[in-house]
């Protein structure tokens, strides 16, 4: 069976849209006929899944076509999408913010006059083991994956309640389980999802506000945030690690019109197979 969505007409916000899983997210709601916008500190590369100034990374797990940065518009500048040279798909608009910056999230949500859908993608973490961390950067990451997707949430509030919009969490395994290494993106994920929930009741029924709680997923930044390895298909029961369209698939139902709010969707293959259990399968 085949789902297929139609967002003709209205208008997707993805932040940190350029890469990865935000770019496979936006690619589904521009294949879905949305026009789509995409913010993030700096503009989508240009031919590589990374920045050209980025260091060179560890063995990642192999994504997907689709989790393939987006080409975009430059300069945000609100005009019709064009056609992508590389495929049938416009390209969608381009806002240079820092969703962790009051002032860029007033410039970057002020642009629009409509806005029907906001996914708040944007974060992540190095690895950051709590001794010896600076603690500033435990702040930062805080900010990044809990204090932003909140500020975005709340300066969009209006535009969402004029056309009873929605809004989508992207969350993490992480956020659910033990986070060792990365304590403060954890607590911050956890912290995410108990905010997706507070916001569903409250801005009920004018805005609906879900969750996808991704699992281990294959994306060109994995490796680096599973401590420079690649991800270990056998610790998940579905066999393989998510990849951006299957993060995707759950955005564009839990964005649709409909009943579901302050949910949690998991997208994790069946979870991570516990440490006892293989211990009672490998033989002494």
Known sequence: ??????????????????????????????AAGATVTICARTPPPANDSRPPHAAPQPPRAEPEEGSRPLRADPGGDPRPPRADPQGELPAPRFVRADVRVPEDVERLISGFER????????????????????PRLHAKVIELNLTAPLLVAQRAYPLLAAVGGAVVMIGSAGGARPSPGTAAYGAAKAGLHHLARCLAAEWAPHVRVNTVVVGLAATPDAAAHYGGRDV??????????????????????????????????????????PAWHLLTTTPP
Not at 241 to 248: F, G, K, R
Request: charged share 15%; net charge negative; aromatic share 6%.
């Open 1 to 30: 069976m085949t789902v297929s969505y139609d967002y003709a007409g209205k208008h997707v916000l993805v932040t940190g849209g350029t890469r990865g899983i935000g770019a496979g997210i936006a690619r589904a709601f521009q």
């Open 115 to 134: 806005l029907d859908v906001v996914v708040n993608n944007a974060g992540g973490s190095p690895p950051a083991p709590l001794a010896g961390t600076s």
């Open 232 to 273: 270990d298909a056998s610790a998940i029961p579905a066999g393989r690690p998510a990849t951006p369209e299957d993060v995707a698939a759950a955005c564009l139902w839990l964005a649709a019109p409909g009943y579901v709010t302050g949910a949690e969707v998991r997208v994790d293959g069946g979870g991570e197979v």
